[in-house]
């Protein structure tokens, strides 16, 4: 009886063993979804990062709305994305100087939490994916990091934003903040392998990154992480991105792509 119970209590210790050192398991993705490139601002009347841009990507409820974002030296989080209009340079000026800045469709810059807002009264699915741009000093890079996480967290918004970044420093900055985000990395340097033993959730690398490196979708998925793609407007790349099994397309058309993927 003794040896029949001690039995049991091994199974069960392997078990347990064999369970915790089970790789984190990848969010089911039903089918590759969509995310539109700076919102959907090729319609009239709208504009890349703009308010518009963002209401008629929640309104296509699609799975995300992509954003740029920069610190001013004042630390007011600009949405754009060369972080220069008109001679301004937003990571080098402060609020008063850029407020009056204005987009291609007559609106204002927006702020961060101009979007927030927007986000927080809709009922849309549609997640917000943050571009923390590279600022020239990494510093200022993790502070605009910091300063997104904080204005998202007061808003309880956590569960309805994503983070991408060309900054591997921003990329760490937000997960050591907030280690459930789901936080991508968008340079193509490194393998799904090396983001993952940094904590990080996913890749966010151009095209031409996986028709190199096609074994990154399938190692990516096995470590539990999620594989986006940019900036895919073509129907026929749409449909080779789809076959390579990447679970998100960010694209200049997100309309067309969400009616291809969803057939
Ligand atoms: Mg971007």
């Not at 210790?13 to 984190?24: E, F, G, L």
């Not at 340079?89 to 204005?102: E, G, I, V, W, Y």
């Not at 459930?180 to 993952?196: C, F, I, K, M, W």
């Not at 076959?243 to 993927?261: F, K, R, S």
Request: glycine share 4%; with cysteine; hydrophobic share 35%.
């Amino acid at each position: 009886m003794k040896r029949y119970l001690l039995t049991w209590v091994l199974v069960a210790i392997a078990c347990t063993m064999t369970w915790a050192q089970a790789p984190q398991t990848r969010p089911l993705t039903v089918r590759t979804q969509t995310i539109a490139h700076r919102g959907d601002w090729k319609p009239e009347g709208s504009a890349q990062n703009s308010r518009t841009s963002l209401q008629r990507a929640l309104d296509l409820r699609i799975f995300g709305s992509e954003i740029d974002i920069w610190l001013t030296t004042d630390g007011r989080i600009m949405v754009d994305h060369d972080g220069k209009r008109k001679g301004i340079s937003l990571q080098d000026t402060c609020f008063k100087a850029c407020k009056r800045l204005t987009l291609t469709n007559g609106e204002k810059m927006p702020q961060l939490k101009d979007l927030l807002r927007i986000l927080k009264r809709s009922q849309s699915p549609t997640k917000l994916v943050v571009e923390v741009k590279p600022h020239r000093d990494p510093q200022r890079s993790r502070d605009c990091a910091t300063a997104a996480v904080k204005a998202i967290r007061k808003r309880g918004l956590q569960n309805r934003v994503m983070y991408i970044s060309f900054s591997i420093e921003a990329c760490e900055t937000i997960h050591a903040l907030e280690p459930q985000a789901n936080v991508a990395y968008l340079s193509g340097d490194r393998t799904p392998a090396e983001l993952h033993a940094m904590g990080l959730t996913g890749l966010d690398y151009h095209i031409n990154v996986f028709r190199k490196h096609p074994e990154w979708v399938a190692e990516a998925h096995a470590l539990g992480m999620n594989v986006n793609v940019w900036t895919v407007d073509k129907p026929e790349e749409i449909q080779e991105m789809r076959e390579l099994g990447v679970d998100y397309i960010t694209t200049n058309e997100p309309a067309q792509c969400e009616a291809m993927l969803s057939r």
